[in-house]
């Protein structure tokens, strides 16, 4: 057995300790770039502690998932200002946005030198500049990945900068900058930490580290998720939640996701459709036929077994099968009340293009079995179903 292993240098996770972020950036820096969401007096507080604490800051409001322009804007504001840190404060498209800026900053450049599939993949060479994350969502685990996923609507496709120099400097999660989160946002986001932490157990480079992570977190996704949607301010489920997102992070960055997000880096490109939302529409369809392939074309039973195990863990049922793994994110996506993916504009004549985009996806490789095309257009028209 052969692994490899890294997160962010520093995590520091608990109730209240946004309080300690001016005394962790200053020994990085002086002068602050802060990249929020559409929102950015929400980042208010977090920038009255970097001044306390004798920190330039300057705020850079990136709406709606980060795109390469967005991200070329935020860039030529830390370059003007001769920052030497970055804030990405907010949900996963802030800290997505941060690391790019932070990579960006370090290496020079065009974000279009280094990013996958659609632009010129350089190598990243440099170190980023430190780069501190705060979510403010738990979903997308960016606090603790290797790479940022921007938009690139010229080509109709997210895609990533990614390298071990971009995985934050510190993490710091506060559950309490959950509690505010509207329920749409905590039910897509919620969903995404659960395939989070679901395609990395089942995926072709689990090891034992990111195995373990993926079962807690799923046993606190499988008693949390249901109630942090229907209670909001309900502090021990929000801080489930944070926890659940934070090791599904750190477990894909080790060992991958599948396809479910390799389906989602396409849709979300080519419509105006919200990641978290993508994924919790796909999870239910996706599992049922991965474990359908892994029964016909599978040459063992690991893949298999990964899901039985999966299905135990959420439903607490002690015989619990693949099949009944199934049946539960079904039965969850529709409590919830996750749309199908025509609300997002999508038909069923986009799919044959998709599914052609969707096998080139980084996501893909990880996925327990390569599925065939006629294996994935059937998935996707069961996701397009009201």
């Given at each position: ?10 995590i520091r996770f608990g109730s209240g300790c946004l309080a ?367």
């Amino acid at each position: 057995m052969t692994f490899d292993f890294a997160t962010a240098s520093t995590i520091r996770f608990g109730s209240g300790c946004l309080a300690d972020v001016g005394g962790m950036t200053k020994p990085l820096g002086r002068r602050a770039l802060v990249v929020t969401g559409r929102t950015p007096h929400r980042a208010d507080l977090l920038i009255e502690r970097l001044i306390d604490a004798g920190i330039e800051s300057t705020a850079c409001s990136v709406s709606g998932e980060p795109s390469v322009d967005a991200v070329r804007h935020a860039v030529k504001l830390g370059r003007d200002l001769r920052c030497e840190v970055v804030v990405g404060f907010g949900g996963g498209s802030a800290l997505d946005a941060a690391k790019a800026v932070a990579m960006l900053l370090g290496n020079g450049g065009d974000p279009m030198d280094y990013i996958e599939v659609v632009g010129r993949g350089r190598p990243i060479a440099k170190p980023s500049l430190p780069c501190i994350a705060v979510p403010t969502t738990a979903g997308t685990g960016s606090e603790v990945t290797r790479n940022a996923v921007l938009s690139c609507p010229e080509h109709g496709v997210k895609a990533s900068l990614r390298s071990p120099s971009m995985l934050p400097r510190i993490a710091l999660v506060d559950p309490d900058l959950t509690l505010s989160v509207p329920r749409a946002v905590t039910v897509a986001t919620g969903m995404d930490a659960l395939t989070q932490l679901l395609e990395p157990f089942v995926s072709v480079r689990a090891n034992p580290l990111t195995d373990s992570l993926c079962r807690e977190g799923l046993g606190r996704v499988a008693r949390s998720l249901r109630r942090v949607c229907a209670h909001g301010r309900d502090a021990a489920a929000r801080s489930d939640m944070a926890l659940a997102s934070l090791f599904g992070g750190i477990a894909l960055a080790n060992a991958g996701l599948g396809a479910v997000h390799g389906f989602a880096a396409v849709i979300g490109g080519t419509f105006n459709a919200p990641h978290g939302a993508v994924c919790a529409r796909l999870l239910a369809p996706v599992c049922r036929a991965n474990v359908a392939a892994l029964r016909t074309r599978g040459s063992g039973g690991e893949g298999l077994n990964r899901y039985d195990e999966a299905a135990r863990i959420l439903t607490g049922r002690a015989k619990a099968t693949a099949d009944d793994l199934v049946a539960w994110l079904e039965s969850l996506a529709s409590e919830l009340g996750v749309p199908s993916l025509s609300v997002h504009g999508m038909t069923g004549a986009d799919i044959p293009d998709i599914v052609r985009r969707a096998t080139q996806a980084s996501s893909m490789k990880a996925n327990p079995i390569a599925l065939l095309p006629d294996e994935m257009e059937p998935l996707l028209q069961h996701a397009l179903k009201r």
